[in-house]
């Protein structure tokens, strides 16, 4: 992917957000120290199975605490000359207050197999535990963070074939993480527009010259 396409795609996640409301379990405990603890171990794929072995386990899940307004599953498509067009079939949520919590987005280039998983999530969370994620009361997968920025985190990986043939067959994306207290918190995502946005038309497609020297 060219850094102008990966430009576009993170640009593009500034459109205007929709409604659409869902109870979020995730905290916004500010910690830069687990931001730091990103590395590139990310680079592979989530895993269906065991967890990654981290050195404290959950100490149990943590209650409700703040709401989340998701917008619709939209579709971009990014053209660039000399290569396949990449598409993010994507979901944004922010809390009532504006702060945008969670992206999901399902990234694929035209005429290549397999496809990337990639999740926005807030900073103050423990990298070491990754995030747990699942479809509907399925088998869960795991995705490792790969970076943080000053006000978000980054978890990234191949995503698993069976995964994306769940998500298109489900009704909710589970996305589970372990906070800086070592409380699992988590989000449900509806999934019922999904298979059609991702095999349908693109929402937008967005397109970038570059100049030839």
């Given at each position: 992917m060219t850094n102008q396409t990966w430009a576009l795609i993170q640009s593009s996640s500034k459109l205007v957000l929709k409604?659409?409301?869902?109870?979020?379990?995730?905290?916004?405990?500010?910690?830069?120290?687990?931001?730091?603890?990103?590395?590139s171990a990310g680079q592979t794929?989530?895993?269906?199975?065991?967890?990654?072995?981290?050195?404290?386990?959950?100490?149990?899940?943590?209650?409700?605490?703040?709401?989340?307004?998701?917008?619709?599953w939209h579709k971009f498509c990014f053209k660039t000359p000399g290569t396949g067009q990449v598409c993010r079939t994507t979901i944004s949520g922010t809390f009532e207050t504006g702060q945008s919590a969670v992206r999901a987005d399902l990234i694929?280039?035209?005429?290549q197999g397999g496809a990337r998983l990639q999740l926005f999530l807030p900073?103050?969370?423990?990298l070491q535990a990754g995030v747990k994620v699942s479809v509907d009361q399925g088998a869960p997968y795991?995705?490792?963070?790969?970076?943080?920025?000053?006000?978000?985190?980054?978890?990234?990986g191949q995503a698993d074939p069976k995964l994306i043939q769940e998500m298109e067959a489900g009704q909710k994306l589970q996305?589970?993480?372990?906070?800086?207290?070592?409380l699992t918190v988590g989000t449900?995502?509806?999934l019922r527009q999904f298979a059609a946005v991702r095999k349908?038309?693109?929402?937008?497609?967005?397109?970038?010259?570059?100049?030839?020297?």
């Open positions: 409604s659409g409301s869902i109870l979020l379990l995730l905290s916004l405990t500010a910690g830069t120290a687990w931001a730091q603890q990103a590395t794929a989530p895993a269906q199975g065991e967890p990654p072995k981290v050195e404290s386990p959950s100490r149990g899940p943590r209650p409700i605490i703040r709401e989340i307004k998701y917008d619709d694929e280039r035209e005429g900073v103050g969370l423990y795991w995705v490792p963070y790969v970076r943080c920025l000053d006000n978000r985190c980054i978890a990234a996305l589970e993480v372990v906070d800086s207290s070592v449900s995502i509806g349908g038309a693109p929402t937008r497609v967005f397109e970038q010259d570059i100049d030839e020297p």
